[in-house]
């Protein structure tokens, strides 16, 4: 590790260690407004230089355009990488507001095989499950995965908004290494079961939007009048009308904490993520997503800040006073089942 560069952490119970922060690339393609190729390729990069090297796509986000644009890059530096992607879930192109789930066998088996396709490797690092589809045991989607890795398609299994239970069952099938789950301070859901379960199995856990989908950053309050109408924040009950003015105000402690270490609001979430690992005892490591290489080179030093117990007692309160769900169906994620 150099001055500029990142620890690392170890994802899953057999490694490998990878840089302690990755980088989500959904926003490349997909979901937040307008694309730029270029700068999202000098943003990989630079995380690259930096010491990131978990990298976070599914075969969702722009329905496989997200992949086949990483594709070059992974494949320029395959063995310096772990590349993440995901299953179960697809976007009908003339309904976007729809998700439709699966988890059986045939579908999860054409699903690795086009993500391999797209991305062009031979294996992938860890696969995770993307969404839960209640309609199969998941002891038999976990029992698939499982021939995947017996197969040599995928390295590592994880699994994304799942409940304790969920995992707990899955684990004793195969072992997991990650669970991939909405993790910032506004969104803490998962700590009361999901978050204990895995530090007893070993799993790492991946906090998924640890910026609250930019809002926490500051950079947009109100999805309804600041971001583009295709944007996927519009659809999120929290970011518009009256949640969103209520949620912006929530951002003052923050901004107090930022001021006192000459950091941004966005560095001050990525450190109290970050620091969920010390709290909790379990290996954390987030995934911010930017399509910018200046915002990775911020968030990238956002892990050398460590929060005082004064400051960590401050933001304690922020997460319990958010109006609105995170999703609009909360059924899709884990605490709409636990
Ligand atoms: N498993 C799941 O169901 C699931 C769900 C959602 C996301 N994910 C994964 O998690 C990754 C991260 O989550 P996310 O992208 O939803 O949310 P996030 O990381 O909380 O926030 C991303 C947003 O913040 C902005 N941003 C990033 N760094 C910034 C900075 N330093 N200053 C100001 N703004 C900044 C980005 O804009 P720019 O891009 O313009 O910089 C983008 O709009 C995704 O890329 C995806 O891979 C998984």
Excluded at 36 to 46: G, M, P
Excluded at 234 to 242: A, H, I, K, M, W
């Amino acid at each position: 590790m150099t001055d500029s560069t990142i620890q690392t952490a170890r994802l899953g119970a057999s490694g490998p260690e990878v840089g302690v922060q990755g980088l989500g690339c959904m926003g490349m393609s997909f979901a937040y407004g307008p694309v730029d190729a270029k700068a999202s390729r000098q943003t990989l990069e630079r995380a690259l230089e930096l010491g990131v090297t978990l990298y976070d796509t599914a075969d969702a986000y722009g329905q496989g355009e997200n992949e086949k644009f990483l594709s070059p890059f992974f494949t320029a530096n395959r063995d310096n990488l772990v590349i993440a992607t995901k299953f179960a879930l697809s976007i009908p192109p003339d309904e976007p507001t729809r998700r439709v789930i699966r988890n059986d066998a045939p579908y999860i088996r054409q699903a690795v095989e086009a993500s391999l396709r797209r991305l062009d490797v031979d294996v992938i690092d860890l696969y995770y499950m993307h969404r839960r589809d209640v309609n199969v045991p998941i002891e038999e989607t976990v029992a698939t995965m499982a021939e995947l890795v017996r197969e040599g398609k995928v390295k590592q299994l994880g699994l994304s908004e799942v409940t304790a239970e969920e995992l707990r069952a899955a684990h004793a099938v195969h072992p997991i290494a990650a669970v991939q789950s909405e993790w910032s301070l506004f969104s803490r859901d998962i700590e009361a079961n999901v978050v204990p379960a895995a530090r007893e199995l070993g799993v790492t856990l991946v906090p998924y939007s640890p910026l609250g989908r930019g809002f926490l950053t500051g950079s947009f309050t109100n999805a309804d009048t600041e971001l583009s109408s295709d944007d996927f924040r519009r659809q999120q009950p929290r970011f518009t009308g009256e949640n969103a003015a209520a949620n912006a105000a929530l951002l003052e402690p923050i901004r107090a904490v930022a001021e006192a270490h000459d950091a941004s609001p966005g560095q001050i979430a990525l450190a109290w993520v970050q620091q969920r690992s010390a709290v909790h005892g379990l290996p954390v490591i987030p995934i911010p997503g930017t399509r910018k290489p200046s915002r990775v080179e911020e968030n990238v030093a956002a892990t050398r800040i460590v929060l005082t117990d004064d400051e960590l007692a401050l933001l304690e309160p922020i997460a319990g006073k958010v109006a609105g769900e995170r999703y609009a169906d909360m059924a899709f994620t884990s605490a709409g089942r636990e």
